[in-house]
Protein backbone atom coordinates (compact mmCIF):
# COMPACT_ATOMS: atom_id res chain seq x y z
CA UNK A 1 0.00 0.00 0.00
CA UNK A 2 1.00 3.27 -0.68
CA UNK A 3 1.11 5.93 1.97
CA UNK A 4 2.72 9.91 2.11
CA UNK A 5 3.58 11.16 5.80
CA UNK A 6 4.13 15.03 6.52
CA UNK A 7 5.12 15.24 9.60
CA UNK A 8 4.50 18.96 10.39
CA UNK A 9 1.16 20.11 10.75
CA UNK A 10 2.79 23.72 10.47
CA UNK A 11 5.58 25.54 9.08
CA UNK A 12 6.36 29.48 10.32
CA UNK A 13 9.41 30.96 8.55
CA UNK A 14 10.00 34.81 8.69
CA UNK A 15 10.13 36.07 4.89
CA UNK A 16 13.44 36.42 3.07
CA UNK A 17 14.39 32.73 4.98
CA UNK A 18 14.70 29.60 3.45
CA UNK A 19 11.94 27.04 4.21
CA UNK A 20 11.33 23.23 4.33
CA UNK A 21 8.57 21.58 3.92
CA UNK A 22 9.04 17.72 4.64
CA UNK A 23 7.83 14.79 3.11
CA UNK A 24 8.22 11.19 3.67
CA UNK A 25 6.68 8.07 1.35
CA UNK A 26 6.47 4.66 1.28
CA UNK A 27 5.61 2.34 -1.93
CA UNK A 28 6.29 -0.61 -3.47
CA UNK A 29 8.73 -0.40 -6.52
CA UNK A 30 9.77 3.06 -7.79
CA UNK A 31 8.13 6.05 -6.68
CA UNK A 32 5.98 9.19 -9.08
CA UNK A 33 6.30 11.99 -6.16
CA UNK A 34 4.45 15.64 -6.30
CA UNK A 35 4.10 18.08 -4.39
CA UNK A 36 0.93 20.23 -4.62
CA UNK A 37 -0.45 23.74 -3.18
CA UNK A 38 -3.66 25.02 -1.96
CA UNK A 39 -4.16 28.77 -1.88
CA UNK A 40 -7.66 29.79 0.16
CA UNK A 41 -10.55 28.96 -1.52
CA UNK A 42 -8.93 27.62 -4.49
CA UNK A 43 -8.56 24.11 -6.00
CA UNK A 44 -5.09 22.22 -5.79
CA UNK A 45 -2.03 23.49 -7.94
CA UNK A 46 0.37 21.77 -9.40
CA UNK A 47 4.14 22.93 -8.28
CA UNK A 48 6.61 20.33 -9.43
CA UNK A 49 7.15 16.01 -9.78
CA UNK A 50 9.58 14.02 -9.57
CA UNK A 51 9.60 10.86 -11.74
CA UNK A 52 12.88 9.42 -12.79
CA UNK A 53 16.46 11.38 -13.50
CA UNK A 54 18.10 14.27 -11.59
CA UNK A 55 17.10 13.96 -7.98
CA UNK A 56 16.74 17.93 -7.57
CA UNK A 57 13.79 18.82 -9.48
CA UNK A 58 12.12 22.57 -9.75
CA UNK A 59 9.34 23.86 -10.18
CA UNK A 60 7.12 26.30 -10.06
CA UNK A 61 7.18 29.77 -8.02
CA UNK A 62 10.78 28.94 -7.25
CA UNK A 63 10.51 25.82 -5.22
CA UNK A 64 12.58 23.12 -5.20
CA UNK A 65 12.59 19.29 -3.93
CA UNK A 66 14.96 17.00 -3.55
CA UNK A 67 14.30 13.15 -3.86
CA UNK A 68 16.11 10.62 -1.66
CA UNK A 69 15.59 6.62 -2.30
CA UNK A 70 17.69 6.15 1.24
CA UNK A 71 15.36 8.08 3.27
CA UNK A 72 11.98 8.03 1.14
CA UNK A 73 11.84 11.51 1.41
CA UNK A 74 10.62 13.95 -0.79
CA UNK A 75 11.32 17.66 0.98
CA UNK A 76 9.92 20.79 -0.57
CA UNK A 77 12.48 23.84 -0.35
CA UNK A 78 12.68 27.32 -1.62
CA UNK A 79 15.60 29.26 -0.87
CA UNK A 80 13.38 32.64 0.23
CA UNK A 81 10.40 32.67 1.21
CA UNK A 82 7.55 35.19 -0.08
CA UNK A 83 4.52 36.39 2.00
CA UNK A 84 2.98 34.79 -1.08
CA UNK A 85 4.37 31.52 -0.42
CA UNK A 86 1.58 31.20 2.30
CA UNK A 87 -0.51 28.81 1.99
CA UNK A 88 -1.29 24.66 2.22
CA UNK A 89 1.43 22.09 0.91
CA UNK A 90 0.47 18.47 -0.46
CA UNK A 91 3.05 16.10 -0.87
CA UNK A 92 1.61 13.22 -3.12
CA UNK A 93 2.59 9.60 -4.40
CA UNK A 94 2.24 6.84 -6.87
CA UNK A 95 3.92 3.54 -7.85
CA UNK A 96 5.28 3.85 -11.33
CA UNK A 97 3.99 1.39 -12.51
CA UNK A 98 0.08 0.71 -12.66
CA UNK A 99 -2.47 2.78 -12.97
CA UNK A 100 -3.14 3.50 -9.29
CA UNK A 101 -4.95 7.22 -8.23
CA UNK A 102 -2.20 9.67 -6.28
CA UNK A 103 -2.42 9.53 -2.50
CA UNK A 104 -1.59 12.48 -0.49
CA UNK A 105 -0.76 13.31 2.63
CA UNK A 106 -2.25 15.58 5.29
CA UNK A 107 -1.00 18.53 4.38
CA UNK A 108 1.50 21.31 5.79
CA UNK A 109 -0.02 24.93 6.36
CA UNK A 110 2.70 27.07 5.56
CA UNK A 111 2.71 30.98 6.99
CA UNK A 112 5.14 33.30 5.88
CA UNK A 113 5.82 36.03 8.19
CA UNK A 114 6.66 39.48 6.85
CA UNK B 1 -13.02 23.39 -21.56
CA UNK B 2 -10.03 25.62 -20.21
CA UNK B 3 -10.49 24.39 -16.66
CA UNK B 4 -12.00 21.46 -14.81
CA UNK B 5 -15.44 22.64 -13.26
CA UNK B 6 -17.19 21.82 -10.49
CA UNK B 7 -20.53 22.50 -9.77
CA UNK B 8 -21.89 23.87 -7.32
CA UNK B 9 -19.25 25.75 -6.03
CA UNK B 10 -21.44 25.31 -2.18
CA UNK B 11 -24.37 22.97 -1.37
CA UNK B 12 -25.93 22.95 2.38
CA UNK B 13 -28.40 19.85 2.83
CA UNK B 14 -30.29 18.76 5.62
CA UNK B 15 -29.42 15.38 7.05
CA UNK B 16 -31.17 12.42 5.50
CA UNK B 17 -31.39 14.28 2.09
CA UNK B 18 -29.71 12.99 -1.30
CA UNK B 19 -27.19 15.53 -3.25
CA UNK B 20 -25.97 15.19 -6.35
CA UNK B 21 -22.10 16.63 -6.81
CA UNK B 22 -20.87 17.72 -11.22
CA UNK B 23 -17.54 17.51 -12.13
CA UNK B 24 -16.77 18.70 -15.93
CA UNK B 25 -13.27 17.39 -16.38
CA UNK B 26 -10.71 19.25 -19.49
CA UNK B 27 -12.06 17.79 -22.73
CA UNK B 28 -9.71 15.06 -23.89
CA UNK B 29 -8.44 14.27 -20.17
CA UNK B 30 -9.37 10.04 -19.95
CA UNK B 31 -8.64 10.04 -16.64
CA UNK B 32 -11.27 11.20 -13.24
CA UNK B 33 -10.91 11.49 -9.84
CA UNK B 34 -13.07 12.48 -6.61
CA UNK B 35 -11.67 12.93 -3.60
CA UNK B 36 -12.81 14.49 -0.18
CA UNK B 37 -11.75 17.34 2.31
CA UNK B 38 -12.64 17.18 5.35
CA UNK B 39 -11.75 20.72 7.52
CA UNK B 40 -8.10 20.14 8.77
CA UNK B 41 -7.50 17.01 7.34
CA UNK B 42 -5.68 15.56 3.83
CA UNK B 43 -7.07 14.23 0.67
CA UNK B 44 -9.00 11.45 0.87
CA UNK B 45 -9.80 9.37 -2.68
CA UNK B 46 -13.27 8.09 -2.93
CA UNK B 47 -13.50 6.92 -6.80
CA UNK B 48 -11.39 7.04 -10.24
CA UNK B 49 -12.35 6.62 -13.82
CA UNK B 50 -10.37 5.71 -16.77
CA UNK B 51 -11.62 5.60 -19.93
CA UNK B 52 -14.09 2.92 -20.35
CA UNK B 53 -12.64 0.73 -18.05
CA UNK B 54 -14.66 -0.30 -14.55
CA UNK B 55 -13.88 2.63 -12.23
CA UNK B 56 -11.59 1.79 -9.40
CA UNK B 57 -14.44 2.35 -6.53
CA UNK B 58 -11.85 1.48 -3.33
CA UNK B 59 -11.69 4.82 -1.65
CA UNK B 60 -15.88 5.13 -1.19
CA UNK B 61 -16.50 5.30 2.25
CA UNK B 62 -20.41 3.68 2.24
CA UNK B 63 -22.84 2.28 -0.31
CA UNK B 64 -24.69 5.84 0.64
CA UNK B 65 -21.58 7.25 -2.23
CA UNK B 66 -21.71 6.42 -6.00
CA UNK B 67 -20.50 8.02 -8.91
CA UNK B 68 -20.85 8.01 -12.90
CA UNK B 69 -19.34 9.01 -16.12
CA UNK B 70 -20.44 9.58 -19.42
CA UNK B 71 -17.73 8.13 -21.60
CA UNK B 72 -15.07 10.66 -21.15
CA UNK B 73 -16.80 13.42 -19.96
CA UNK B 74 -19.24 14.56 -17.16
CA UNK B 75 -18.95 12.94 -13.78
CA UNK B 76 -21.70 13.05 -11.21
CA UNK B 77 -20.89 12.24 -7.68
CA UNK B 78 -24.18 10.95 -5.89
CA UNK B 79 -24.44 10.88 -1.44
CA UNK B 80 -27.66 9.07 -0.58
CA UNK B 81 -29.34 10.12 3.02
CA UNK B 82 -26.42 12.40 4.07
CA UNK B 83 -25.00 12.22 7.35
CA UNK B 84 -23.23 15.04 9.15
CA UNK B 85 -19.74 13.52 8.64
CA UNK B 86 -19.81 13.89 5.04
CA UNK B 87 -19.45 17.26 5.53
CA UNK B 88 -16.47 18.23 3.29
CA UNK B 89 -15.14 19.43 0.42
CA UNK B 90 -15.39 17.41 -2.35
CA UNK B 91 -12.51 17.73 -5.12
CA UNK B 92 -12.84 16.48 -8.61
CA UNK B 93 -9.33 16.06 -10.83
CA UNK B 94 -8.77 14.92 -14.29
CA UNK B 95 -5.51 13.95 -16.00
CA UNK B 96 -4.57 13.44 -20.05
CA UNK B 97 -3.39 9.51 -19.22
CA UNK B 98 -4.03 6.95 -16.86
CA UNK B 99 -2.64 7.46 -12.85
CA UNK B 100 -1.51 11.22 -14.07
CA UNK B 101 1.60 10.07 -16.43
CA UNK B 102 4.06 13.04 -15.88
CA UNK B 103 2.00 15.93 -15.65
CA UNK B 104 -0.11 15.19 -12.49
CA UNK B 105 -3.32 15.61 -12.56
CA UNK B 106 -5.36 19.00 -12.88
CA UNK B 107 -7.82 19.96 -10.25
CA UNK B 108 -11.49 21.99 -9.55
CA UNK B 109 -12.31 24.25 -6.92
CA UNK B 110 -14.40 21.67 -5.12
CA UNK B 111 -17.72 21.79 -3.88
CA UNK B 112 -18.37 22.52 -0.42
CA UNK B 113 -20.72 20.25 1.26
CA UNK B 114 -22.40 21.13 4.43
CA UNK B 115 -25.26 18.34 6.14
CA UNK B 116 -26.85 20.18 8.52
Known amino acids: AQSVAQPEDQVNVAEGNPLTVKCTYSVSGNPYLFWYVQYPNRGLQFLLK??????LVKGSYGFEAEFNKSQTSFHLKKPSALVSDSALYFCAVRAYSGNTPLVFGKGTRLSVIA | GAGVSQSPSNKVTEKGKDVELRCDPISGHTALYWYRQRLGQGLEFLIY????????KSGLPSDRFSAERTGESVSTLTIQRTQQEDSAVYLCASSLTPGGGNYGYTFGSGTRLTVV
Open chain 1, 50 to 55: YITGDN
Open chain 2, 49 to 56: FQGNSAPD
